[in-house]
């Protein structure tokens, strides 16, 4: 095999490293989307997940609780829990498109329940090519590169 197919070669499984697919997040994690047990759970699950176009919201709650959702229009609106025309019920899993990348706004629409803390704010990004969070702050990313290189010199020098 040539030295420039072994290139080659090593640049695709490199590139399949970073293929981003969209991601389903479920709000709140197992937690789910219920009275919270602090003012600010849910800004501190959304601050811990990263979130891009096409990825998935899904927000689930307790079979005894019922919750519904609405994306706020500013964050003067989201701080003051202003409930916005469209409200969303749990079943409806809400998609990020492509049109509405920055910051996004989700509020609790059901009684006094985003003054509790039902509310969280993410940074939707657009898709890149880059690996997520919990793979680099989890030093993964370093030894797949490594043992990738070492494959590579191995199998085309």
Not at 75 to 102: A, H, P, Y
Not at 114 to 127: N, Q, R, S
């Amino acid at each position: 095999m040539s030295r420039g197919m072994g290139s080659l070669t090593c640049l695709f499984l490199i590139g399949s490293l970073f293929h981003v697919v969209a991601i389903d997040h479920k709000v709140g994690g197992d937690f789910g989307w219920n009275l919270p047990p602090t003012l600010t759970f849910y800004s501190e699950w959304a601050r811990n997940n990263t979130f891009f176009i096409d990825d998935t919201l899904r927000f689930v709650s307790r079979l005894n609780e019922t919750h519904t959702f609405s994306e706020a229009n500013s964050k003067k609106d989201f701080d003051e829990c202003v409930k916005q025309g469209i409200v969303f019920d749990t079943s409806i899993n809400f998609t990020l498109q492509n049109n509405r990348l920055g910051p996004r706004y989700f509020v609790c629409t059901d009684g006094n329940h985003c003054d509790m803390g039902m509310k969280f704010t993410i940074e939707v990004l657009p898709k890149s090519v880059i690996m997520p969070n919990t793979a680099v702050e989890n030093g993964v990313l370093r030894p797949i590169l490594f043992f990738i290189t070492i494959i590579a010199n191995l199998v085309f020098l």
